[in-house]
Each structure stands twice: as C-alpha cells, then as structure tokens.
C-alpha cells in the first residue's frame, strides 16, 4: 500500500534519474533523438509496473480513511504516512473491439447503398416481373425471382436507414423513438483520417529533406491518437443496440445483390463486363444518377480498414516506435479514402477545411447531400 510519503520519493526519484541520464547522455541524445525515446518509454514503463504493482495490494476496509482522521490503532502520526490511492482505471483503455468491427462494416455498407446496389436489384426485379427485359430461365433471373421472398424476414429499406443516420450520422430519414443521430460520426472520422495522412506527408517529408529525419518533434503522434481516440470513443457509444446482427444480415444480402448482378444473363443484358458496370447502367439509365462507382468503394473499402484499425489497442501505444510502425497500416487507406472524397466533395485535405458538413446547404452545395436517398 503507497504512502503519500512513498508517491512523493517515487517521483522525486524518478525526475532525479531522468537528470542524470539526459546531463550524462546529453550529447548521444542530440546525435541520435531516437535514444531519447527509448530512455523515456523504458521510464515510463518502469512507473508503470510500479503503480500497477501497488494496485494489487488490498486497501484496508475504509480505505484509509480512518489513519487519516486519526482513528484507531493504525492512526496516522504525520501526513506523509497515510495511504495515498494513485488512480482510477483509465477510460480510454476500454475497447469494445466487436461494436467498432461492426461498425466499421456498417460504413462498408453506407457506401454500397449510395452507389445503389440494391435499388439496381429491385428495378431489375420490377423489370423482370413486369417482362420488359429479355431475362427469363438464367441464373440472374432466379435469383431476381428469390430475392424478396424473404424479405419479411429482414430489415427493411426504411430500417436500414434508420440504422445509418443512427450510427453514422448520414441520411435524412426519421429515425425509430427514442434515437438520436450520430451527427459528432462525420467530422470526428474526417479529422482523423487527416491527421493520420498528414502525419505520414510530413513524415515523409522530413525522410527526403531534413538532415535528422527521426527527429521526433516533426509530425506528432499525440494529434493522431488523440483524433482517433475522440473517434473510438464516439463510436463506442453509438455501436449499441442491433448494429452487430444488422451488419450480419445486409452484408449476406449484398453478397446476394452481387451474385444476381453478376450473372451471364443480366451482364449480357447491359452488354457488362462485371457486377459494377451493370450497376453504373442501371443507376445511370434508369435513375438519371452517375455513382461515382470507384470513388464509393474506394471509399468503402479504406474506410472500413480505418475504422477496423481503432478497434484494437494500436491507438493506445506510447512509443514513437510502436506506434508509428503500427499506424503504417493504415497510411494509404488515408489518403486512399481522402482522395476519393475530396473527388466526390465531401472532404478536404489540409488545416483550412478539414470538414465538409453534411447539410449541403451550409457548404454552397458540396458535401453529403440531406436529400440524398441511401
């Protein structure tokens, strides 16, 4: 049990030992900035096994209280002698890695419906009831035939939504009682997202220019954990509820939606070479809507890998060194994701417009548009 005469001489010591070793190493430390990493992780670890130690030790039933008030046998003769806790379990040590999985399918998702996936099925379906397209015993018209033959037994269009503008903050629809909209989702994964491009564009940067490429001071992995654990933490609270069955089911039903459109007979009805140009022609001959096809699943893809990575404990690291070699992971799905966004109108690369809002009205007509059906 930790004294507050004990904590005080633990950190009186532990500063007396980061003295001396940064005035005996002074000049290997300017030579080379990664030894001063080192020295401070190797500390901080240190503390950290101390502290944790002193967590196990059983506190006395009222936990202290009485030695501190001068109760009792174990009174306390002087200030310094009385227990002194060190601190209460971290918040953002928490990770509920499944909700943010599920979530990071979740935007999977999103993507698939704006590029209208499943409307295409439904107007080939409407199509090939009403008997206006030449589409009659081949693989792509059963399926058609047996894709909503269950759909009493799924979510519906409406339900789908809801689920978005829940979670993800996108979509005009009216959600169920009681819901709220995530509305923080956009520019918290926005800002994240930048911060993790931009740290890797002044990392390398500093590789092709600077003469100590390894300086720390260049590009700060405190912004990116910060941005990534501020987005963690939002997601956790909005994973909640029937995200993870919800994921489950439309991602079977996409795989559905894609075996039908890439079926001989329905591409050879559009003349297609795959699944996505007969979506491309549906969406663009039907709809009157060009989908951006390549920049939404780009989208999809990168986003989903971005969200995945802060399911795990990688945003929780201290060291320059771990963190930097697991946030490479994520380095292109960055600036892949940005790319494709700033492209579509919805993000901006930089320190002047890191958000686009999601009303389009407010941003001269960029960004998600409200109205925007999926």
């Known amino acids: ?24 190493l002074a000049p290997q430390l300017i030579q080379n900035p990664q030894l001063a990493d080192a020295l401070t992780q190797q500390i901080e670890t ?12 059983q506190a006395p039933p009222d936990g202290g209280l009485a ?3 001068g109760i009792g046998k174990d009174a306390a ?60 015993t081949g693989d792509g018209a059963y399926g058609l035939y047996r894709f909503d033959r269950r759909s009493v037994l799924r979510y519906t269009q409406k339900q789908r939504m809801q689920t978005y503008r829940r979670v993800l903050g996108y979509t005009p629809v009216e959600l169920m009682p009681s819901a709220q909209p995530n509305t ?15 740290f890797w564009r002044d990392k390398r940067i500093s590789d092709v220019i600077r003469d100590r490429a390894f300086d720390p001071s260049f590009g700060s992995i405190a912004t990116v954990r910060r941005a990534g654990l501020d987005l963690r933490n939002n997601l956790k609270w909005s994973s909640y509820g029937h ?50 096809a390549s920049q939404r699943h780009r989208m999809a893809v990168s986003g989903r890998e971005l969200i995945r990575w802060l399911a795990h404990k990688h945003i929780l690291k201290t ?29 901006f690369r930089g320190h002047t417009q890191r958000v686009v809002p999601l009303d389009s009205r407010r941003n001269g007509g960029r960004g998600l548009r409200s109205a925007e059906p999926g």
């Open 184 to 198: 923080k989702f956009h520019p918290l994964f926005t800002q994240f997202i930048n911060n993790v491009a931009e």
């Open 243 to 292: 995200v993870n069955v919800f994921r489950i089911e439309v991602l079977q039903l996409l795989e559905e939606a894609f075996t039908i459109l890439n079926a001989e007979d329905v591409r050879k009805l559009f003349g297609a070479d795959n699944a996505w140009d007969v979506v491309e022609e549906v969406m663009l001959r039907y709809f009157k809507e060009n989908v951006d």
């Open 319 to 347: 060291s320059r060194a771990e963190f930097e070699a697991l946030l490479r992971e994520i380095a292109d799905n960055a600036e892949e994701w940005l790319t494709s966004a700033e492209t579509l109108g919805i993000a």
């Open 77 to 136: 003769t002087k200030v310094s002698s009385t227990r002194l806790p060190e601190k209460v379990e971290d918040y953002d040590e928490q990770v509920a890695s499944e909700r943010i999985l599920a979530v990071a399918d979740l935007y999977y998702l999103y993507q698939h419906e704006k590029l209208g996936v499943f409307r295409s099925v439904w107007k080939l379906q409407e199509l090939f009831n009403a008997g206006t397209v030449r589409l009659s």
């Open 46 to 57: 240190i503390v950290s096994q101390l502290v944790a130690a002193d967590s196990q030790i």
């Open 1 to 24: 049990m930790s004294t507050t005469g004990d904590n005080q001489s633990l950190y009186d010591r532990i500063a007396a030992l980061r003295e001396t070793l940064t005035e005996k």
């Open 67 to 69: 030695e501190l008030i």
